[in-house]
């Protein structure tokens, strides 16, 4: 189960990519944009004034995360992004973060190649990180007992489940669009006594915290502490740097 607010406490690290993806989307005047993945829709209401001729469609498998959009105004529904097609009038298709969810996304991003008129626009953005110290402490506290066996069954996303910037080039390229692609690592300044659980938590833990019971849970958090704190030290400052790969796609169907 997402948790909005726990999503939120790090609003501004998570949105500057949405932003920087965003940027690269030359749409003059989209008569439909469609944000798949659209979280707690903080970032989707922007796009209203980025575009305010838009029609701004919302989509996101979380009904907690749809309800907090709707409480925005926003038109969110709740669907996997496997099961989505784009309206015939949709110009513009944005997915923030959320592709790296969805097994065979390649291929669902391929049709819609094939589903969007031409002169429409493609933007996502996935995490890079996946082979991250973070993510590297999730599997290895997982594999520890009493974890194993509640997280036996765990579909683990390993280093391969999202592309380099160069794969998505190719493979929109190939399927005739003009590709704008690339990678940034941002290092985000974190603070807290424990900051990256605190983040990870809100984000790539999600799955592991619906496998385990309350008290399990909170023997899991104690356990992955001190293997934070060593991959990601507290600075004297109070400060602890995280950094995060990200990978940036822009295309254009001609």
């Not at 829709?41 to 309800?67: F, H, K």
């Not at 999202?162 to 692609?181: F, I, K, Q, R, S």
């Amino acid at each position: 189960m997402w948790n909005p607010d726990v999503y939120l406490a790090f609003a501004d690290h998570r949105g500057r990519p949405f932003f920087d993806l965003l940027s690269r989307v030359a749409a003059d005047a989209p008569r439909r944009v469609a944000d798949l993945g659209c979280g707690p829709g903080n970032l989707t209401e922007t796009l209203g004034r980025r575009w305010p001729g838009a029609q701004i469609e919302a989509w996101d498998s979380s009904p907690e995360m749809v309800a907090k959009a709707r409480e925005r105004g926003l038109d969110a529904a709740v669907g996997d992004i496997e099961g989505w097609t784009p309206r015939p009038d949709t110009d513009v298709v944005l997915s923030n973060a959320a592709l790296q969810w969805v097994p065979g996304h390649r291929d669902i991003v391929l049709r819609w190649t094939r589903q969007l008129a031409p002169g429409s626009w493609i933007a996502f953005q996935v995490p890079g990180n996946f082979d991250a110290p973070s993510h590297r402490a999730i599997r290895e506290v997982a594999r520890r007992e009493p974890f194993a066996e509640p997280l036996r069954e765990m579909p683990w996303r390993e280093a391969d489940v999202v592309g380099d910037p160069e794969d998505y080039a190719g493979l929109l390229t190939d399927a005739g669009c003009t590709v704008d692609a690339w990678e940034t690592t941002y290092i985000h300044e974190l603070r807290g006594e424990t900051p990256v659980l605190d983040w990870i938590t809100g984000t790539a833990l999600t799955q592991v915290k619906a496998r385990l019971s309350e008290e399990l849970w909170q023997q899991y958090r104690r356990a992955i502490i001190p293997v934070l704190a060593q991959a990601y030290p507290v600075r004297a400052d109070g400060i602890t740097f995280f950094p995060f790969r990200r990978v940036f796609v822009v295309a254009q169907t001609r």
